[in-house]
């Protein structure tokens, strides 16, 4: 299949020296913790929940959630549906949401209310990339890898059409394919 290259935003080494940082400041930050529950979003946090939990230096558990907002369209329909819910029992636990992008904010704050309700001890955010021009709805991201411009990107487990995932930079879409009102998802 025929892939545009992307033009690379955020390289291989810049992104692998953030998440180490963000390791670090996870890895002081839940010291204390008895019970650590990393929540990855599917699809697009697979890679870096694989590179962050290995700078996370702390026992914990690792379970995924699998929501979706936008069909196939560019456009957020604002209604975040579940395909896959958690195994993991999640009360009394220090639960850290481990997210590719922050755009609308939609998925997250409804994946955080969703989860809110399950009585963990804690709730917070970790998301690589944040767009704050393109929020929505407000929502709290205790720790961010890197704020980006109004950009669709793809790579490092996000994908343009399910493509691109699979890259170990972040690049963005020649502009004649990123302005085509097609191909999302999550
Ligand atoms: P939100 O609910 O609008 O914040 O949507 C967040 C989700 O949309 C992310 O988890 C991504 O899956 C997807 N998304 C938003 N912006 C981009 C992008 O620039 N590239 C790839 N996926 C994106
Ligand atoms: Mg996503």
């Known amino acids: 299949m025929l892939q545009p290259p992307l033009q690379v935003l955020i390289s291989a080494a810049t992104i692998q020296q953030r998440v180490a940082q963000l390791g670090a400041t996870l890895t002081a930050h839940y010291q204390a913790s008895e019970a650590l529950l990393l929540v990855g979003l599917l699809r697009g946090s697979f890679m870096f929940m694989a590179d962050l939990c290995r700078h996370i230096a702390l026992p914990h558990e690792i379970d995924f959630i699998m929501a979706t907002s936008y ?13 896959k819910d958690l195994e993991s029992e999640v009360a009394n636990k220090d639960l850290l949401i481990v997210e590719d992008i922050v755009d609308s904010g939609r998925t997250l704050s409804q994946i955080q209310a969703l989860l809110q309700q399950r009585s963990p001890k804690s709730l917070a955010i970790c998301a690589l990339l944040d767009k704050p021009s393109r929020r929505l709805v407000e929502v709290d991201v ?45």
């Open 71 to 83: 069909g196939q369209q560019t456009q957020s329909s604002g209604q975040v549906r579940l395909l």
């Open 142 to 186: 205790q720790w961010c890898g890197f704020t980006i411009p109004d950009h669709f990107v793809a790579g490092y487990g996000l994908d343009y059409a399910q493509q691109y995932r699979h890259l170990d930079f972040i690049g963005v879409l020649p502009p004649d394919i990123s302005s085509q009102e097609s191909g999302i998802g999550g």
